[in-house]
């Protein structure tokens, strides 16, 4: 395997890690709502909403979490699935995985920083 396969091995494994700690944090009425698919592709929209929105570069240095307002990357999301036909969500519910995505991605970047 070339590095560039190993690569997307590794991401592919990671990516189903942070489906899996998802669905275990929604309520079993969402997991109802949700494939696998759907996570799947609301985290590569999320991800690409903060890439392409600067969002966490706009954050104060002195703000918590819990402060922060993540409507607008939920209603992102809704509106990108319904425009590419992947489905009718609402912002609530979808605010459901925004926020277990961004738990699961603080509990990896302090796992790194324990390294």
């Not at 609530?92 to 995985?97: A, L, P």
Request: aromatic share 12%.
């Amino acid at each position: 395997m070339s590095a560039i396969d190993d690569e997307l091995m590794l991401q592919a494994e990671e990516d189903a890690k942070e489906v899996e700690f998802i669905r275990e944090s929604l309520s079993d009425e969402m997991k109802e709502k949700f494939s696998d698919d759907e996570l799947y592709y609301f985290i590569d929209v999320i991800t690409e909403y903060y890439e392409n929105s600067n969002f966490f570069e706009k954050v104060p240095e002195d703000a918590e979490w819990d402060d922060l307002d993540f409507t607008p990357v939920a209603a992102y999301v809704v509106k990108k699935a319904k425009k590419e036909k992947m489905g009718d969500f609402t912002v609530e519910d979808v605010m459901h995985v925004v926020t277990a995505d961004l738990v699961y991605c603080l509990d990896v970047l302090d796992d790194d920083d324990d390294e």
